[in-house]
């Protein structure tokens, strides 16, 4: 992650792949780890430009922070993703499921019905 300090744009390509599984698992949490990856892009690409910072920021603590969270909120994002992606290759390995039998109703519960073939 020390890459993303000279490189703020990495961060927020990263977010925006992050939003883009939202596609495929359709979880809040992506949404939400991606924009705050996108967030963090933003705040260091401030920070390279010494908008939020004064010129002595060479101690960065706020790091301590921000690091852990997104490490932490990144596996857990990976959990929906991984699940979807499982189930399609084993559906994909197995081949479509073979179509239930329906059943056929009785002349009882269907009224105003006669005739049964």
Known sequence: MLTLIGLPLLAVLFGLLIVA???LAH??????TGTLWIGYGIYEYLMQIRVL????CNIR???LL???VLLALTLAS???VTMVLW??????STGPA?????PRAAPDQCPGMTTWI
Request: hydrophobic share 45%.
């Open 21 to 23: 599984c939202f596609k």
């Open 27 to 32: 979880s809040h949490l992506l949404l939400a």
């Open 53 to 56: 910072c004064s010129g002595e």
């Open 61 to 63: 603590v706020d790091l």
């Open 66 to 68: 921000i690091y852990p």
């Open 78 to 80: 990976l959990v929906p």
């Open 87 to 92: 189930r399609r290759r084993r559906a994909a």
């Open 98 to 102: 073979p179509a239930a039998a329906t």
